[in-house]
T-cell receptor
Framework: QKEVEQNSGPLSVPEGAIASLNCTYSDRVSQSFFWYRQYSGKSPELIMSIYSNGDKEDGRFTAQLNKASQYVSLLIRDSQPSDSATYLCADRNAGGTSYGKLTFGQGTILTVHP | EPEVTQTPSHQVTQMGQEVILRCVPISNHLYFYWYRQILGQKVEFLVSFYNNEISEKSEIFDDQFSVERPDGSNFTLKIRSTKLEDSAMYFC???????????FGSGTRLTVV
C-alpha cells in the first residue's frame, strides 16, 4: 500500500515567520508531488507541484524534494493569518499509466497567529 | 480563472436511495476524477476517467458506484443504493494532462440518513 505521511500538527507559527511543512512517501518510483491547501469545509486548492530533486520557488512558497530520502517539504515565508489552513501533500502514482491518481497525506493543520 | 462546477452543494438522502452527483469539468481538460473525504479523514481517490472510459478505480469504487460523461460537458457519479458510510464530501477534479495537478470542484456534501 503506497502511503504518504504527514505530521497532522497543529503547527502554530507567529505572523511573519517561516512555516515548514513536511511529508514522506513510500513509493520509490513516484515522480510527481503536489501541495494543496484546504480551508475548513472547502475543496483542496493546488499551491505547488514539484517533479525534480531540489527546490522550486513560487512567491512566498518553496517546495523541496529529496527523492533519495523520499521526502517533500513546503516552506511558507512571511506567514500570514490567511495561510491558516490544512496543507495536504499528494503523490501522483503513475502506476505505469499516465492517468494520475493522487494519494494524499492526512494533512498538516497550520495556524498563523497575529 | 476556469472552474470545476459541482451540483448540488449539499444532498441529504435516505439510506438505500440512489443519488447522482454532477460535475462540469474545465472545458479543455481531458482527465476527470472523483475523490471523497469523510469528515476528519484523508482525501481518498475513487475513480479516474479518460477517453470516455474508466482508467483506474479504487477498492472503494465497488458495484454501487458508476460514472458517466453523458454529453460533452457533464461528468456524473452515481451511487445506486446509498449506505450511511457513504456520507462524505465528494470532490470532482479535472486536469488537462494526466501529469498535471488537478483543479478540484467545490464539492458536494452527501449526508445519508
Amino acid at each position: 500500500q503506497k502511503e504518504v505521511e504527514q505530521n497532522s500538527g497543529p503547527l502554530s507559527v507567529p505572523e511573519g515567520a517561516i512555516a515548514s511543512l513536511n511529508c514522506t512517501y513510500s513509493d520509490r518510483v513516484s515522480q510527481s508531488f503536489f501541495w494543496y491547501r484546504q480551508y475548513s469545509g472547502k475543496s483542496p486548492e493546488l499551491i505547488m507541484s514539484i517533479y525534480s530533486n531540489g527546490d522550486k520557488e513560487d512567491g512566498r512558497f518553496t517546495a523541496q524534494l529529496n527523492k533519495a530520502s523520499q521526502y517533500v517539504s513546503l516552506l511558507i515565508r512571511d506567514s500570514q493569518p490567511s495561510d491558516s489552513a490544512t496543507y495536504l501533500c499528494a503523490d501522483r502514482n503513475a502506476g505505469g499509466t499516465s492517468y494520475g491518481k493522487l494519494t494524499f497525506g492526512q494533512g498538516t493543520i497550520l495556524t498563523v497567529h497575529p | 480563472e476556469p472552474e470545476v462546477t459541482q451540483t448540488p452543494s449539499h444532498q441529504v438522502t435516505q439510506m438505500g436511495q440512489e443519488v447522482i452527483l454532477r460535475c462540469v469539468p474545465i472545458s479543455n481538460h481531458l482527465y476527470f476524477y472523483w475523490y471523497r473525504q469523510i469528515l476528519g479523514q484523508k482525501v481518498e481517490f475513487l475513480v479516474s476517467f479518460y477517453n470516455n472510459e474508466i482508467s483506474e478505480k479504487s477498492e472503494i469504487f465497488d458495484d454501487q458506484f458508476s460514472v458517466e460523461r453523458p454529453d460533452g460537458s457533464n461528468f456524473t457519479l452515481k451511487i445506486r443504493s446509498t449506505k450511511l458510510e457513504d456520507s462524505a464530501m465528494y470532490f470532482c477534479a479535472s486536469s488537462q494532462q494526466g501529469s498535471d495537478g488537478y483543479t478540484f470542484g467545490s464539492g458536494t456534501r452527501l449526508t445519508v440518513v
